[in-house]
């Protein structure tokens, strides 16, 4: 009921917020996964149910100045889940940076490429394959395409802060932050390829926010990091 009570509250604030900043255009999408689900003996829905076991609601928000405001909740199973993404996209032209935008607040970690179309509907990635990486951090980014060869560079450069939301109420456990970058490029009209690198800092005993895997926390309880290639 709480957690029903917060999203409620939230997404009044951010309505507020929109009629008070004069918003041109509100978006509402999302998607929704349906069926009915019967796994072998001793599986988990061995005795066949219908479920709704993926649903997600997006707000988007056209604001002056070309900001964009993005608030998405996750209803998977009916329920208010969490909030996966709130965040701002700022242009940064006002600095003379034309090429370059920034992302602030919770958002999907950038790494991968197949992970950003990962899921229920889609889902070209196995649940324990090493190259499936998830989860969202708070933190800002800075994405741009630099102009270095005919299909120019993509990049995107976040820092957050590392630790699993649940961590403390959502504070970090030290001063470091994880690190995050991405590049990518096309080599041909058809062929592009991709690299990332994830670093998360010291987590402490705690969970981090990437996932590899399905994996977010460590099989004893030390201090660790997380480094990931992708």
Known sequence: MKRISFALLALLLVSLFVTAADAKFVT??????????????????????????????????????????????????????????????????????????????????????????????????????????????????????????????????????GTNLANAAGADRDSEKALTLRLGTKLTDALSVWGSYYRSGDLGAGNASGTVGGISAMATNKNWERKTWL
Do not use: C, H, W
């Open 28 to 161: 509402v999408s999302g998607r929704a996964v349906t069926g009915y689900f019967q796994s072998d003996k001793g599986g988990a829905l061995d005795t066949a149910t219908f479920a709704v076991p993926d649903i997600k609601l997006t707000t988007t928000f056209d604001l002056p100045a070309d900001i964009k405001g993005t608030f998405r909740l996750n209803l998977n199973n009916n329920a208010f889940g969490s909030i996966d993404y709130a965040y701002l996209d700022i242009p940064l032209g006002f600095m003379g940076l034309e090429s370059v935008k920034s992302r602030v607040g919770q958002f999907k970690i950038p790494v991968g490429v197949e992970t950003f179309i990962d899921n229920s509907v889609e889902q070209p990635l196995a649940n324990n394959s090493a190259g499936l990486f998830g989860g969202s951090d708070r933190g800002i980014m800075f994405m741009g395409k630099a102009d270095v060869s005919d299909y120019g560079l993509t990049y995107d450069i976040a820092i957050t802060e």
